[in-house]
């Protein structure tokens, strides 16, 4: 469905070639011999549409269809008056500014014009007839006609934005719901295991069958439990943390410290890379991707941070943002699953519970990132952990 911005736009584009393929008309059928007015007014108008469609940009307001009321009124008056069969070029700005006009101004326009025509009409003639105030009485009619069809279509299509409106609403609240069932399907599926496992263990020890590995089982099956828990606990918690200036480079340092990685590691941290986020979800979306990163990597990880300034898509003066890239020499992501590696539950390690990179991403786009991946040269993936810096 086009948009009446649209429609306008397109309006002011044909307005200037029109203006321009009439005067060409005319001079070709020699009108000009006899009155070169006729051919002076529509190049002297599709200069003007040329200049304001250059000028102001593709937004038509009424000034656009007063000049174009106008330039129609100069059109009849240099051709043949009352008489002239180019008074059909009015139904055009009144239709369209009945497009634009409140309902309550819609008569003012068609006045408007109306009067332009009735001077434009009437000061060509010598003497002034019954049969010209007859025409230019239906010609007034036509006007608010048009008119009034205009705002009749203008309200239909706003009716239809805003059923589309409310359709784009309850569709994404549909994806709000199926996104909800599957995940709650998944983390059914997800518990069911290490439930059956423990109420096996839990039968054989009513039988008395006391044996070590069996509480051991228990045990493991517990702790994934609660692992699983709390990460799906983290995953569900409101975006709407408090936020703070972090020192995301220091965190990192932290980070790595504290998960004494087997792997080499290179780093390039820039220093006082300040971010806007909350400190505690932040540091445990980056702990996850490296997390991440040091289990499928094979020999080393790289780490680097830098403020790179402006994403290329955004306004001047947007926010400033933090690059954290991290690389591993793994298997990398496939290209056909990178669309799925955030999902909840998506993953391919036996004792991984599928939401780290999914809590990961829900965190760092709640506090208005990104996170990106792709292919690294060290042979794996490549994470970018894209955050929003101070300011």
């Known amino acids: 469905m086009i948009q009446l911005n649209q429609l306008f736009a397109y309006y002011q584009i044909g307005r200037f070639i029109f203006a321009l393929t ?71 700005p009144i239709f369209l500014a009945s497009l634009s006009v409140p309902a309550r101004y819609a008569f003012l326009f068609p006045l408007a014009v109306s009067l332009l025509y009735c001077a434009a009409a009437l000061l060509r003639e010598a003497q002034v007839t ?32 805003r059923y589309i409106e409310q359709l784009e609403v309850e569709k994404a609240r549909m994806q709000g719901f199926e996104r909800m069932y599957r995940v709650s399907a998944d983390l059914a599926h997800e518990l069911r295991n290490p439930l059956a496992a423990i109420s096996g263990a839990a039968q054989f020890l009513q039988e008395g069958k006391c044996d070590r590995e069996l509480v051991e089982m228990i045990n493991a099956e517990t702790r994934r439990l609660t692992a699983l828990v709390n990460d799906f606990l ?4 409101p975006a709407e943390a408090p936020c703070s200036d972090v020192d995301l480079g220091q965190s ?31 540091e445990a979306a980056v702990n996850n991707v490296l997390m991440n990163a040091l289990e499928a990597s094979r020999e080393k990880i790289r780490v680097t941070l830098e403020p790179a300034g402006n994403l290329l898509y955004l306004k001047p003066g947007a926010k400033q943002f933090a690059f954290l890239h991290i690389e591993d020499d793994g298997d990398g992501v496939p290209e056909d699953a990178r669309d799925k590696i955030f999902e909840p539950f998506m993953t391919t390690k036996q004792k991984g519970t599928g939401l780290g990179l999914t809590i990961a991403y829900r965190i760092v786009t709640s506090c208005g990132g990104s996170i990106l991946v792709g292919g690294s040269d060290l042979g794996g993936a490549k994470f970018t ?7």
């Open 22 to 92: 009439l005067a060409l008309s005319f001079q070709m059928a020699g009108f000009s011999g006899s009155n070169p007015l006729v051919v002076i007014v529509p190049v002297v108008y599709a200069f003007i549409a040329l200049f304001r469609l250059s000028a102001w940009g593709e937004q038509a307001s009424y000034f656009d269809f007063l000049l174009d009321a106008v330039f129609v009124s100069a059109v009849v008056y240099v051709s043949t008056g009352v008489h002239s069969y180019l008074t059909f070029m009015y139904l055009f």
């Open 252 to 282: 990192v340092r932290t980070l790595l410290h504290h998960a004494k990685p087997d792997r080499h590691v290179e780093t390039h941290i820039a220093d006082k890379v300040i971010v806007h986020a909350n400190s505690t979800f932040l």
């Open 130 to 161: 019954l049969e010209h105030f007859i025409n230019i009485a239906l010609h007034v009619f036509a006007f608010f006609l048009i008119s009034v069809a205009g705002n009749a279509v203008r309200d239909r299509m706003k009716k239809q934005e």
């Open 234 to 237: 983290l995953y569900a918690r």
């Open 385 to 391: 952990v894209i955050v929003p810096m101070k300011g």
